[in-house]
């Protein structure tokens, strides 16, 4: 059985960066599948002085964070969720999908005196 994780190529800045990150990504349960977010500030390049957030939201809740500072875990987040730098783009790895893993998921990168969202 394939499900669906739908991310909204829709950047929200409060100056001229544009982010990206995978409209769209089909896992199935027990696969591993990462997401990467860039910005074209600062060349492109992301690094962990950017400190790369992820939040996770489901269907009617409010986001919340499932990635801090690159690679940190809030409590309560399962251990199959990780963080890392791949190519100058932030990443979230998720291992061993599970179906409640659908989501929307959002990075934030914070850029000097500015914060970058991608949904």
Known sequence: LLWTLIHSLAPWTSFQAVMTQESSLTVSPGGTFTLTCASSHCSGSVSTSNYPNWYQQTQGRAPHRVIYNTNNRPSGVPDRFSGSISG????????????????????????????????
Request: some cysteine.
């Open 88 to 119: 100058n783009k932030a990443a979230l790895t998720i291992t061993a999908a599970q179906p409640e893993d659908e989501a929307d998921y959002y990075c934030s990168l914070y850029m000097g005196s500015n914060i970058c969202t991608v949904i």
